[in-house]
């Protein structure tokens, strides 16, 4: 599986991007979908990811309530809405697949792609 992120860009704090991932290769359909982040001189850490069929989420508590991930399996795509951004939002965004349906472990995930960088200015 390839997936390439894109949608990052330059944004003043309390504004909004949406994050898109797309997946060629093979169907992303069974496969469990996580957004990352990686700021400088930070680990890259689980931003949000959803179950295969949709049906599961799960957000970091720093994005809870301001990002949505949201995916469309006949288009092969994972999307992350993200509002109200904050500076700390800043960094590189990538999207991951895992093999397993549902898992939180970041090393299940794989098939890294370039990211996407997301800047937040105050």
């Known amino acids: 599986v390839q997936l390439q992120a894109c949608g990052g860009g330059l944004v003043q704090a309390g504004d909004s991007l949406r994050l898109s991932c797309a997946a060629s290769g093979r169907t992303v359909t069974n496969y469990a979908m996580g957004w990352f982040r990686q700021a400088p001189g930070k680990e890259r850490a689980l931003v949000a990811a959803?179950?295969?069929?949709?049906?599961?989420?799960y957000y970091a508590d720093s994005v809870k309530g301001r990002f949505t991930i949201s995916r469309d399996n006949a288009k092969n795509m994972v999307y992350l809405q993200m509002n109200s951004l904050k500076p700390d939002d800043t960094a590189v965004y990538y999207c991951?697949?895992?093999?397993?349906?549902?898992?939180?472990?970041?090393?299940?995930?794989?098939?890294w792609g370039q990211g996407t960088q997301v800047t937040v200015s105050s």
């Open positions: 991951a697949c895992s093999s397993r349906g549902w898992t939180l472990d970041l090393t299940a995930f794989g098939s």
């Open positions: 959803i179950r295969s069929s949709g049906a599961r989420t």
